[in-house]
C-alpha cells in the first residue's frame, strides 16, 4: 500500500531535507539511538555494518561531502508495511571527487516509533557506487 502515514511522512521528510542539504532537520527526525545499517563501503569507505546513535549516524552523514560532489536520493514508492515500517524504492544519483559517477536504485527499510526514525537499513549497488568513489 502507498503510504501516507505518519511514519511515511517522517521519512519522506528525511530525503526531502537530505536533498536539501538541511542536516539539522535530518538530524531532528532521527531517535536518540537510531540503528543506521548499510553495506561496507555504500555511501563512505567508512561506513558498513551497524552505526548506533544520532551522533554517530550525522557523523557518518556529514563525511559524504568528503567524497561526494552531489549525491541525491530520490523516493519513488513509498509503501507503508504497518506497525511504523516504512519500505522505499528510489533512484541515486551520485558524482564522486574523482570524477567517477553512479545513478541506480535503491531499498531502504525504515522504522518509525513516536514521530522519530529508529532504524534505516540501505540497500544498493556497493560496488558501482564503491567505484564511483574511487572515480
Known sequence: ???NSDAAVVVRG???AFNQGDFERVEE??????????????????????TVGRA????LLARYPDY???????????????????????????????GGSYEGTFANLWRVRDGMAVEHRSFSDTKAL??????
Do not use: K, T
Not at 554517530?56 to 557523523?59: K, P, Q, T
Open 1 to 3: 500500500m502507498r503510504a
Open 14 to 16: 528525511i530525503y526531502e
Open 29 to 50: 527526525c532521527f531517535d536518540e539511538q537510531i540503528v543506521w545499517i548499510e553495506p561496507q563501503r555504500y555511501f563512505v569507505p567508512e561506513g558498513r555494518g551497524e
Open 56 to 59: 554517530a549516524v550525522m557523523a
Open 68 to 98: 561526494w560532489q552531489r549525491f541525491e536520493v530520490e523516493p519513488e514508492e513509498v509503501f507503508d508495511a504497518g506497525g511504523g515500517n516504512v519500505f522505499v524504492l528510489g533512484r541515486q544519483v551520485a558524482h564522486g571527487h574523482g
Open 130 to 135: 564503491d567505484e564511483a568513489i574511487s572515480g
